[in-house]
């Protein structure tokens, strides 16, 4: 079976940075996504990465390492507006019709 | 240019009733996929509709089933409720199956089953 593990909670204060890690175990991969969703909302896209190394877009980057099944999403500059569940997700290589498969999501509370 | 919308956004049902959730694509986008999300858990896949049929089946049981119209519209049914299916329901668009990482979520319709 295919799996992911992020940790429960994270909690930092405003303009801090954080680090949510993610785990992943799976029978094939195509690259990692990362996921973001505030209490009541929709999950929105944050990032993927299909290759080793850090991809950045604004305060956020996100990280991959392929042989160690290993990623992470980096929060700069924290602003009280990211506090929200964050998840990391893998397709699924079966049936190749880009089903997601979450991790159970990190939530992120940021403190003034 | 519309997101994906989902109706309704609430919902309350008693145990044995059918429920019907609907859920229009974003432009441009022909694939749908329906995801259940419990309570401070990961969204989990149900199925997903292209062209009109079933692509792909989560383990779901078969009280879960659907449907996708021309206008890639597309409706989830729950058949005979039990209180675990309780959860907020996720409709996520993309275009052409399978060849992209990147979906599209609405903000769900949150069933409560009594």
């Known amino acids: 079976g295919q799996s992911l593990e992020q940790p429960s909670e994270v909690t930092a204060v405003e303009g801090a940075i954080v680090q949510i890690n993610c785990t992943y175990q799976?029978?094939?991969?195509?690259?990692l996504s990362w996921y973001q969703q505030h209490d009541g909302g929709a999950p929105t896209f944050l990032s993927y990465?299909?290759?080793?190394g850090l991809e950045e877009t604004g305060r956020f980057s996100s990280f991959l390492s392929r042989s160690d099944s290993y990623g992470y999403l980096l929060l700069q500059e924290l602003q009280m507006k990211d506090s929200a569940s964050y998840f990391c997700?893998?397709?699924?290589?079966?049936?190749?019709?880009?089903?997601?498969?979450f991790g159970q999501g990190t939530t992120l509370q940021v403190k003034p | 240019d519309a997101g994906v919308t989902q109706s309704p956004t609430h919902l309350i049902k008693t145990r044995g009733q059918q429920v019907t959730l609907r859920c229009s694509p974003k432009?441009?986008?022909?694939?749908v996929s329906w995801y259940q999300q419990a309570l401070g858990q990961g969204p989990q896949f149900i199925f997903q509709?292209?062209?009109?049929?079933?692509?792909q089946r989560g383990n779901f049981p078969d009280r879960f089933s659907g449907h996708q119209f021309p206008n890639y519209s597309s409706e989830l049914n729950v058949n005979a409720l039990l209180l675990g299916d309780s959860a907020l329901y996720l409709c996520?668009?993309?275009?052409?199956?399978?060849?992209?990482?990147?979906?599209?979520f609405g903000p769900g319709t949150r069933l409560t089953v009594l």
């Open positions: 996520a668009s993309s275009a052409s199956a399978g060849s992209t990482d990147t979906q599209y």
């Open positions: 799976t029978s094939g991969f195509y690259g």
């Open positions: 990465n299909a290759l080793d």
């Open positions: 997700a893998v397709r699924d290589q079966t049936g190749n019709t880009g089903k997601l498969i």
């Open positions: 432009s441009g986008h022909d694939t």
């Open positions: 509709y292209y062209e009109e049929e079933e692509r």
